[in-house]
């Protein structure tokens, strides 16, 4: 993989249905962005998210395969856990 420095965030898996399924993010993509703000050390793709609302809509600039790409992805309620079987 070929970047031009360590910022971002590697996406390691993707589930069905999900908005960032519905936004055709992929395994392997870097999140580098979030609305405009690199995504750093200090910078968290997770605590930004956070200060945003369902049905929010962001921004994302990815790298896959050599290629930088934006993306927007509309956020949406995370799914509760499924029980688990004893």
């Known amino acids: 993989m070929q970047l031009p420095d360590t ?6 898996d993707v589930y069905k249905d999900s908005p960032a399924d519905k936004a055709k993010l992929q395994k392997g993509d870097v999140v580098r962005e979030i609305n405009r703000k690199a995504i750093t050390k200090d910078l ?3 605590d930004e998210i956070s200060k945003m609302k369902v049905g929010d809509t962001v921004l994302l600039w990815i790298w896959r395969d050599g290629q930088r790409m934006y993306v927007s992805v509309k956020l949406a309620a995370y ?8």
């Not at 910022?7 to 390691?12: A, D, E, F, R, Y």
């Open 44 to 46: 968290s793709l997770a």
């Open 79 to 86: 799914p509760d856990e499924e029980p688990e079987l004893r």
């Open 7 to 12: 910022n971002g965030i590697l996406i390691t």
